[in-house]
């Protein structure tokens, strides 16, 4: 998910190519679709659009954003296109915008790699390979990029130089199962959701024999891993956790309470106290 509305303008171009599974249509219904459900929009375009570079204007607003809520028009860009800049990675995810380097970074999960577009010339290049299979990534207001690394269970932040802080790696003692999607909060604490959908070997690592994603242990954890990795199992539920600035983790809301979390909003969500 992106993290600031200003992140949007950025990622709407590479849209297509980073979120299939929301492929973005033509406002008209397509046959199927709509015997399926006549009021709902069809999800393919027809007839097929070339989202390439190259391809022909279309008129504006781009028939192929579709608004489920009429909320959302206050934040489009009615003179913008959809298009395509690259297509190429396993599985991407964690779009972010860097408002001080112009540039969108994301994760390409599988591969274990970021990508990234730089908005001045146009250029798409890998950036960090190996990524530790890295997911949601995002900007603090010091504009250092922070990512969920799946790999290594853990939150760490590049810092300007380069160099690599972690974040956070353990809730008590416990390792976290597979933080997924993180968000800057202007205190200086930072938000996460730590659900276990890395525990596998196409998303990360699995669980050693007796874990959740490897009960029976007929899975090879160690294949293909570093030599140090592939001996953790889910120790923890998949909660939404706060980093504050000293480095303490707190526990925000449990897996009871919203389970299986994923992505988490810009602004995080704090929780309403009752008398």
């Not at 790999?151 to 008590?172: C, K, M, P, Q, W």
């Not at 029976?216 to 998949?238: F, V, W, Y």
Request: proline share 10%.
């Amino acid at each position: 998910m992106l993290k600031r509305l200003g992140a949007a303008a950025g990622a709407a171009a590479l849209a297509p190519s980073l979120a299939p599974s929301f492929a973005i249509a033509q406002a008209g219904q397509t046959a199927q679709g709509s015997a399926a459900n006549a009021s709902a929009p069809s999800v393919v375009s027809n007839p097929p659009r070339d989202f390439g570079p190259n391809a022909a204007p279309e008129p504006y607003p781009d028939p192929d954003v579709i608004v489920i809520d009429p909320l959302f028009n206050k934040y489009r860009a009615n003179n913008n296109a959809i298009v395509r800049l690259w297509t190429g990675g396993l599985w991407s995810e964690g779009p972010a915008w860097s408002g001080q380097g112009r540039y969108l970074v994301w994760s390409d999960l599988p591969n274990n790699r970021q990508m990234r577009w730089l908005q001045d010339d146009g250029r798409i290049t890998v950036f960090r390979q190996p990524s530790n299979n890295g997911n949601g990534n995002t900007f603090d207001f010091q504009g250092r990029q922070l990512t969920c690394e799946h790999l290594t269970r853990r939150v760490v932040r590049y810092e300007h130089d380069g160099s690599v802080t972690v974040i956070a790696d353990n809730f008590n003692g416990k390792h976290f199962n597979s933080p997924n999607d993180l968000a800057p909060h202007p205190d200086g604490s930072v938000w996460f959701t730590d659900p276990f959908f890395g525990d596998s070997l196409y998303e990360g690592v699995p669980d050693a024999p007796g874990g959740f994603g490897n009960e029976a242990g007929h899975i090879r954890q160690h294949a293909g891993q570093p030599a140090e990795l592939g001996n953790l199992k889910r120790e923890l539920p998949a909660n939404v956790y706060r980093v504050d600035p000293s480095g303490r983790v707190d526990m925000v809301i449990s897996e009871d309470e919203l389970p299986l979390p994923n992505g988490i909003p810009s602004r995080p969500i704090t929780k309403r106290c009752t008398s």
